[in-house]
C-alpha cells in the first residue's frame, strides 16, 4: 500500500471512530476538521483551504492548508506561508467580518471566479493572500445553527483544468460542509444527534463506497440469507444480499472501516466480501425486519419469533389472571412445549451473538436468573418466573442426552446444537450440571465450531516468551504443561501451537475432553468415560501407534500423569494442561500425583502459565499518568512507570458501553535448565523454584500483566484483579 493510501485508510479509521462515540469530546473536533479538510483538499484539488468555527461573537481559524505548488520548491516563500498560518490559527475576527462573516450570517454559500465583475475583489484578495486568487467557494457549517464556514480558493492547474472551481465542485462542498457541520455540531452539543441517514451519507463520502436508501435497490438471495443466518448477520453488523461469485458475496454494512467484523464474518461463512456498500443504522434494521420478520430487533426463532416476545409471554402467563394468558401453566411446566423449546432456542442463539462463552441457568429463592460470561465476566441476562426452572433444566438435560429423573447428583453431557435450529449457529455447548439449595443450576460453555485456532503472534506472549515458546515446541522430546483455571485460553494456546508444527512428516495425535476445534491433519480422539475411554487408555494406545505428538486435553489423576511422563522420556513430545496458579507449582502438582521427581526434571521442557485480561477498548480507553501505589506496583515490576490507560466507565458503541472490548493473554514460561533440574530433584520448595526460574529469565505472570499494562492493552485494575502482585520481587 502507499504510503498516501495508507494515511488515508488511517484518517478514515479514525473519523470513523470519532463519529461512532456515544459522549464525544470537544477535543475530538480537531481531528474531524483536520481530516474533513484532508478530504475536501483531495476532492477538489484545493491550493487553499480555511476552516473557520463560530465562538461566541468571534469567528476563529481553525485549520489552514497551502498546496507546495504556490511556492514551488523556493524556500522562502515555503517559510513565508507556513508563517502566514501560525499568525492565522491565534487570530480572532469579529462574526460580521468580509466575505466569511456574510456567510455564516445569511448561511448561503458563495461562488466567486475570476470575471471581469468580480476583479475588484479577487485582486483584493489576492493583496491579503499572497497568491493569485482566481476562483473561491466559501459555504457555511449549518445545522441546526451555524458553526462555522469552510473556504477552498483556486483549483489545482491540470490536463483538461483551468484553476477554476466549478458548480459540481460548489455541491461537493456543500455536501461534506453538512455532514461535517452534524458530526462537529454532536461533539459541541451532546443533546443533538444526527440523523442515522446524514451519518450514512457522510460515512459512504468519507470511504468513497456506494450508498444505499431504498429497498428497491437491495433484490436479496433469501437462500443466501437462510444459509449465512440472522445470527450471523446481526453479530457482525454485516448483511450479505448476493453472491457475486461461488465463494464471495456482496455486502451492506453501517461502517464498512470496522475490518474486524468483516473478517469474522468472512471466517464464519467460509466466504469473502467483494462489493461493500453503506446504509444507515435504520435501514440496516429494515432489512433484518423484512427478511427475518424481527419486531423487537432481538434473537428470532425459524418461525419469527424473539427471544423478547418468549419472555414477555411466559412472564405474563405467572402474573396474568387464571385463563387470561394464551400460554398455560401446563405448556410452563412441559419441557416439550413449545415455549418452553423456544425460550431454550433463543437463550443459546442470543449468547452465541453476544459473544459469551458460558451460559449459566440459576434458580434463586424466588427467580430463574440467567447470566452470560462476556470476555471473562458474567454479566445477568434475564430473570424468568422460578416455576419455568424445572422444565428449562429438563429441556437442556433432554438436549444432551442426560438422565431427566436424576435431580440429585451432578451430570456431564453436549448439546450439538445444530440439530435444534436451521440457522447458521455451528456450536456445541458442554453441558454442568448441579444440585443447588434452590434447585438445579445448569452451566454450559460453547464450542465454537466455525472458529479457527489463532496465530501464535496474536495470543499476547511478549517478544521474548514467544521466541523462547517457539524453541520449546520444536523440540524432538519431552513434556510441555500449560496451566491455569478453566477459562484461562490453555486450550487455544495448545492448538496454535500444534497449527505451528503440523507439517506432513509429523505424526501428532490428540486425547480430547471434548474436542474443542477440529484440526485438518491432525488425529483426534474424544474422550468417553461411559465407555472407558480415558486420557490413560487413549495414551496407552497412542504409544503403540507411532507418534511424534500426543496432546492430552488434561492431566488428571496418577496413572494418566505417569504414563504421560513415560511418553515424554521415550521420544515424544507431549503437550499437556493442569489446574495450578503459577508454573512453578504445577511441579509440586506432579509430584502429588505420585511421579518421582527425578521423572519430573528429566522429561520436562517447558511450563507456562496464563491467564486473559479483559483488553481496554482502543475507540475509548482514557489515558493517565499513574500516582501513588499504581507507580509503585508498575516500577516494582517492570521498573518504569509513565502514561498508561483506564477503561472509559460510560464506554461506546464498539464496546457496547463496558470499556473493554475482547481479551488479551498473559504468561509465566518457566524453561527447564540446569539449576531449575537440581531443584526439583532436591524438592525444593515452590518459592525457592520461583526464584531460580526468575533468576534464569521467568517473567512471572504479574510481569507480564503489567506489561500489558504499559503497552496500553488493558489496565491496571483489570491486571490486579486476575494477578496479585509478586511477593518475591
Same mark, same amino acid.
Given at each position: 500500500?502507499?504510503?498516501?493510501?495508507?494515511?488515508?485508510?488511517?484518517?478514515?479509521?479514525?473519523?470513523?471512530?470519532?463519529?461512532?462515540?456515544?459522549?464525544?469530546?470537544?477535543?475530538?473536533?480537531?481531528?474531524?476538521?483536520?481530516?474533513?479538510?484532508?478530504?475536501?483538499?483531495?476532492?477538489?484539488?484545493?491550493?487553499?483551504?480555511?476552516?473557520?468555527?463560530?465562538?461566541?461573537?468571534?469567528? %476563529?481559524?481553525?485549520?489552514?492548508?497551502?498546496?507546495?505548488?504556490?511556492?514551488?520548491?523556493?524556500p522562502e516563500k515555503e517559510k513565508q506561508f507556513k508563517e502566514t498560518a501560525a499568525k492565522l490559527l491565534s487570530v480572532k475576527l469579529p462574526i460580521d467580518t468580509g466575505i466569511v462573516g456574510k456567510v455564516i450570517k445569511t448561511g448561503q454559500p458563495i461562488f466567486f471566479k475570476d470575471r471581469e465583475s468580480q476583479v475588484p475583489f479577487m485582486s483584493s484578495m489576492t493583496a491579503t493572500t499572497g497568491f493569485a486568487v482566481n476562483s473561491?467557494?466559501?459555504?457555511?457549517?449549518?445545522?441546526?445553527?451555524?458553526?462555522?464556514?469552510?473556504?477552498?480558493?483556486?483549483?489545482?492547474?491540470?490536463?483538461?483544468?483551468?484553476?477554476?472551481?466549478?458548480?459540481?465542485?460548489?455541491?461537493?462542498?456543500?455536501?461534506?460542509?453538512?455532514?461535517?457541520?452534524?458530526?462537529?455540531?454532536?461533539?459541541?452539543?451532546?443533546?443533538?444527534?444526527?440523523?442515522?441517514?446524514?451519518?450514512?451519507?457522510?460515512?459512504?463520502?468519507?470511504?468513497? %463506497?456506494?450508498?444505499?436508501?431504498?429497498?428497491?435497490?437491495?433484490?436479496?438471495?433469501?437462500?443466501?440469507?437462510?444459509?449465512?443466518?440472522?445470527?450471523?448477520?446481526?453479530?457482525?453488523?454485516?448483511?450479505?444480499?448476493?453472491?457475486?461469485?461461488?465463494?464471495?458475496?456482496?455486502?451492506?454494512?453501517?461502517?464498512?472501516?470496522?475490518?474486524?467484523?468483516?473478517?469474522?464474518?468472512?471466517?464464519?461463512?467460509?466466504?469473502?466480501?467483494?462489493?461493500?456498500?453503506?446504509?444507515?443504522?435504520?435501514?440496516?434494521?429494515?432489512?433484518?425486519?423484512?427478511?427475518?420478520?424481527?419486531?423487537?430487533?432481538?434473537?428470532?426463532?425459524?418461525?419469527?419469533?424473539?427471544?423478547?416476545?418468549?419472555?414477555?409471554?411466559?412472564?405474563?402467563?405467572?402474573?396474568?389472571?387464571?385463563?387470561?394468558?394464551?400460554?398455560?401453566?401446563?405448556?410452563?411446566?412441559?419441557?416439550?412445549?413449545?415455549?418452553?423449546?423456544?425460550?431454550?432456542?433463543?437463550?443459546?442463539?442470543?449468547?452465541?451473538?453476544?459473544?459469551?462463552?458460558?451460559?449459566?441457568?440459576?434458580?434463586?429463592?424466588?427467580?430463574?436468573?440467567?447470566?452470560?460470561?462476556?470476555?471473562?465476566?458474567?454479566?445477568?441476562?434475564?430473570?424468568?418466573?422460578?416455576?419455568?426452572?424445572?422444565?428449562?433444566?429438563?429441556?437442556?438435560?433432554?438436549?444432551?442426552?442426560?438422565?431427566?429423573?436424576?435431580?440429585?447428583?451432578?451430570?456431564?453431557?453436549?448439546?450439538?446444537?445444530?440439530?435444534?435450529?436451521?440457522?447458521?449457529?455451528?456450536?456445541?455447548?458442554?453441558?454442568?450440571?448441579?444440585?443447588?439449595?434452590?434447585?438445579?443450576?445448569?452451566?454450559?460453555?460453547?464450542?465454537?465450531?466455525?472458529?479457527?485456532?489463532?496465530?501464535?503472534?496474536?495470543?499476547?506472549?511478549?517478544?521474548?516468551?514467544?521466541?523462547?515458546?517457539?524453541?520449546?515446541?520444536?523440540?524432538?522430546?519431552?513434556?510441555?504443561?500449560?496451566?491455569?483455571?478453566?477459562?484461562?485460553?490453555?486450550?487455544?494456546?495448545?492448538?496454535?501451537?500444534?497449527?505451528?508444527?503440523?507439517?506432513?512428516?509429523?505424526?501428532?495425535?490428540?486425547?480430547?475432553?471434548?474436542?474443542?476445534?477440529?484440526?485438518?491433519?491432525?488425529?483426534?480422539?474424544?474422550?468417553?468415560?461411559?465407555?472407558?475411554?480415558?486420557?490413560?487408555?487413549?495414551?496407552?494406545?497412542?504409544?503403540?501407534?507411532?507418534?511424534?505428538?500426543?496432546?492430552?486435553?488434561?492431566?488428571?489423576?496418577?496413572?494418566?500423569?505417569?504414563?504421560?511422563?513415560?511418553?515424554?522420556?521415550?521420544?515424544?513430545?507431549?503437550?499437556?494442561?493442569?489446574?495450578?496458579?503459577?508454573?512453578?507449582?504445577?511441579?509440586?502438582?506432579?509430584?502429588?500425583?505420585?511421579?518421582?521427581?527425578?521423572?519430573?526434571?528429566?522429561?520436562?521442557?517447558?511450563?507456562?502459565?496464563?491467564?486473559?485480561?479483559?483488553?481496554?477498548?482502543?475507540?475509548?480507553?482514557?489515558?493517565?499518568?499513574?500516582?501513588?501505589?499504581?507507580?509503585?506496583?508498575?516500577?516494582?515490576?517492570?521498573?518504569?512507570?509513565?502514561?498508561?490507560?483506564?477503561?472509559?466507565?460510560?464506554?461506546?458503541?464498539?464496546?457496547?458501553?463496558?470499556?473493554?472490548?475482547?481479551?488479551?493473554?498473559?504468561?509465566?514460561?518457566?524453561?527447564?535448565g540446569e539449576e531449575l533440574v537440581e531443584g526439583i530433584n532436591k524438592e525444593v520448595e515452590v518459592a525457592q523454584l520461583k526464584r531460580i526460574a526468575m533468576k534464569n529469565g521467568m517473567k512471572t505472570l504479574h510481569q507480564d500483566s503489567m506489561l500489558k499494562v504499559k503497552m496500553g492493552l488493558t489496565t491496571i485494575e483489570d491486571a490486579l484483579s486476575n494477578v496479585p502482585p509478586d511477593l518475591i520481587l
Open positions: 500500500m502507499a504510503s498516501s493510501q495508507l494515511a488515508n485508510t488511517l484518517r478514515r479509521s479514525l473519523l470513523i471512530k470519532v463519529i461512532s462515540k456515544p459522549v464525544p469530546s470537544r477535543e475530538d473536533v480537531a481531528a474531524v476538521i483536520e481530516l474533513t479538510s484532508s478530504k475536501v483538499v483531495e476532492a477538489l484539488q484545493a491550493q487553499s483551504l480555511t476552516f473557520y468555527i463560530v465562538e461566541g461573537n468571534d469567528i %476563529l481559524f481553525k485549520q489552514i492548508y497551502y498546496s507546495p505548488t504556490l511556492w514551488a520548491g523556493a473561491m467557494l466559501t459555504v457555511p457549517l449549518r445545522t441546526t445553527i451555524t458553526l462555522g464556514a469552510i473556504q477552498v480558493l483556486n483549483k489545482e492547474i491540470t490536463q483538461g483544468s483551468d484553476g477554476c472551481f466549478t458548480e459540481r465542485d460548489l455541491d461537493v462542498l456543500k455536501e461534506v460542509a453538512e455532514y461535517a457541520a452534524a458530526i462537529i455540531h454532536r461533539m459541541v452539543d451532546p443533546k443533538f444527534v444526527p440523523n442515522a441517514e446524514d451519518s450514512a451519507r457522510f460515512i459512504a463520502r468519507l470511504t468513497d %463506497l456506494p450508498l444505499i436508501t431504498k429497498m428497491e435497490q437491495i433484490d436479496a438471495d433469501e437462500t443466501l440469507l437462510q444459509v449465512v443466518g440472522d445470527a450471523v448477520i446481526r453479530r457482525e453488523g454485516v448483511f450479505p444480499y448476493k453472491r457475486t461469485s461461488t465463494n464471495s458475496v456482496a455486502v451492506v454494512m453501517i461502517n464498512p472501516l470496522d475490518h474486524g467484523k468483516r473478517d469474522a464474518f468472512s471466517v464464519t461463512t467460509d466466504t469473502s466480501i467483494e462489493d461493500v456498500s453503506v446504509v444507515s443504522a435504520t435501514f440496516f434494521e429494515a432489512l433484518l425486519k423484512k427478511y427475518f420478520k424481527d419486531t423487537k430487533g432481538g434473537v428470532v426463532s425459524d418461525d419469527g419469533v424473539g427471544m423478547d416476545s418468549v419472555v414477555d409471554a411466559i412472564s405474563s402467563a405467572y402474573n396474568a389472571p387464571n385463563g387470561a394468558s394464551v400460554i398455560s401453566s401446563a405448556d410452563l411446566e412441559s419441557e416439550d412445549s413449545a415455549p418452553i423449546i423456544q425460550l431454550t432456542n433463543r437463550i443459546i442463539e442470543d449468547a452465541y451473538i453476544s459473544g459469551a462463552s458460558d451460559i449459566h441457568v440459576e434458580p434463586m429463592e424466588k427467580d430463574l436468573i440467567i447470566r452470560y460470561r462476556i470476555d471473562g465476566l458474567c454479566q445477568e441476562k434475564l430473570r424468568l418466573p422460578k416455576q419455568v426452572a424445572n422444565s428449562l433444566v429438563t429441556r437442556l438435560k433432554i438436549m444432551c442426552n442426560l438422565d431427566i429423573s436424576e435431580r440429585r447428583l451432578p451430570q456431564d453431557g453436549r448439546i450439538v446444537f445444530k440439530k435444534y435450529t436451521k440457522k447458521n449457529i455451528d456450536i456445541d455447548l458442554r453441558v454442568a450440571t448441579g444440585p443447588m439449595n434452590h434447585g438445579e443450576k445448569v452451566v454450559m460453555r460453547i464450542l465454537d465450531k466455525t472458529k479457527s485456532t489463532l496465530p501464535l503472534t496474536a495470543l499476547g506472549f511478549s517478544d521474548e516468551n514467544l521466541a523462547k515458546y517457539r524453541d520449546c515446541i520444536r523440540q524432538p522430546y519431552g513434556m510441555i504443561l500449560h496451566c491455569g483455571p478453566t477459562g484461562s485460553g490453555k486450550s487455544m494456546t495448545l492448538y496454535s501451537a500444534l497449527g505451528e508444527v503440523n507439517t506432513p512428516d509429523v505424526n501428532i495425535q490428540t486425547a480430547e475432553d471434548p474436542i474443542e476445534y477440529t484440526l485438518a491433519g491432525i488425529n483426534q480422539m474424544q474422550m468417553s468415560r461411559q465407555i472407558g475411554l480415558t486420557f490413560e487408555r487413549a495414551l496407552r494406545c497412542y504409544l503403540r501407534m507411532d507418534p511424534d505428538i500426543i496432546l492430552v486435553g488434561e492431566i488428571r489423576d496418577k496413572e494418566t500423569a505417569q504414563i504421560a511422563v513415560e511418553a515424554a522420556l521415550t521420544g515424544h513430545l507431549l503437550v499437556s494442561t493442569l489446574h495450578t496458579n503459577d508454573a512453578p507449582s504445577t511441579i509440586s502438582r506432579i509430584g502429588e500425583m505420585g511421579v518421582e521427581p527425578f521423572n519430573i526434571s528429566a522429561s520436562l521442557v517447558c511450563v507456562c502459565a496464563q491467564r486473559l485480561l479483559r483488553r481496554a477498548c482502543k475507540n475509548c480507553k482514557i489515558p493517565y499518568e499513574p500516582k501513588e501505589r499504581e507507580e509503585a506496583i508498575l516500577q516494582k515490576a517492570l521498573g518504569w512507570s509513565g502514561q498508561i490507560f483506564k477503561a472509559n466507565p460510560q464506554g461506546c458503541p464498539t464496546c457496547n458501553g463496558n470499556g473493554y472490548k475482547g481479551r488479551v493473554g498473559i504468561h509465566e514460561l518457566m524453561i527447564n
